[in-house]
T-cell receptor, first 116, second 116 residues
Framework: DAKTTQPNSMESNEEEPVHLPCNHSTISGTDYIHWYRQLPSQGPEYVIHGLTSNVNNRMASLAIAEDRKSSTLILHRATLRDAAVYYCILRDGVDAGGTSYGKLTFGQGTILTVHP | ETGVTQSPTHLIKTRGQQVTLRCSSQSGHNTVSWYQQALGQGPQFIFQ???????GRGNFPPRFSGLQFPNYSSELNVNALELDDSALYLC???????????????FGPGTRLTVL
């Protein structure tokens, strides 16, 4: 799996936008960019994913650089509930016996602290 | 819609013992993946099951084994427990799309295993 690089930690104030960066300079043309987050004492939670174009959903937006070597997860108005570890992951799905599977390769992630 | 559930929540075992952890997939999902998360680290992929067969494995020894049942629930078995097996064990289910790179995984809350 291609590697990603994220800052160890970031801080934000409540109700302000948060931009979480991720570098993936060795991304291949078929890798999808996924973001998951893990709230304290919970399993990881899917946030968003994309391939080339920017993506929006009810949780966040994903901005992908034109060369795809970096991306940014955008939380438009941070809340205290958004305090979590955010993981940027490249999914490359490996073919095995004619079927494909996709494991998630988690790095260290970015610890996001949100101040009231 | 029922989410991913895992049992038990917590478990304490001694070195050399065997343990079985259980996972019920989200309704409609046919693929189950297992992850190990040591304290302060991101989750590490153990293996994935699809149609009751192991389909993809991470860097874990054979004493880590699993099963998937016709109702898509799953078990993780660990034999000859070692102290380093102490971790949070996470189960994730997904509905295998044609492109595994694009699928999303839904995680349970995990089972906290302590080996003494």
């Amino acid at each position: 799996d291609a590697k990603t690089t994220q800052p160890n930690s970031m801080e934000s104030n409540e109700e302000e936008p948060v931009h979480l960066p991720c570098n993936h300079s060795t991304i291949s043309g078929t890798d999808y960019i996924h973001w998951y987050r893990q709230l304290p004492s919970q399993g990881p939670e899917y946030v968003i994913h994309g391939l080339t174009s920017n993506v929006n959903n009810r949780m966040a937006s994903l901005a992908i650089a034109e060369d795809r070597k970096s991306s940014t997860l955008i939380l438009h108005r941070a809340t205290l509930r958004d305090a979590a570890v955010y993981y940027c992951i490249l999914r490359d799905g490996v073919d095995a016996g004619g079927t494909s599977y996709g494991k998630l390769t988690f790095g260290q992630g970015t610890i996001l602290t949100v101040h009231p | 819609e029922t989410g991913v559930t895992q049992s038990p929540t917590h478990l304490i075992k001694t070195r050399g013992q065997q343990v079985t952890l259980r996972c019920s997939s989200q309704s409609g999902h046919n693929t189950v993946s297992w992850y190990q998360q040591a304290l302060g680290q991101g989750p590490q992929f153990i293996f994935q099951y699809y149609r009751e067969e192991e389909n993809g494995r991470g860097n874990f020894p054979p004493r880590f084994s699993g099963l998937q049942f016709p109702n898509y629930s799953s078990e993780l078995n660990v034999n000859a427990l070692e102290l380093d097996d102490s971790a949070l064990y996470l189960c994730a289910s997904s509905l295998r799309p044609r492109l595994a790179r694009a699928d999303t995984q839904y995680f349970g809350p995990g089972t906290r295993l302590t080996v003494l």
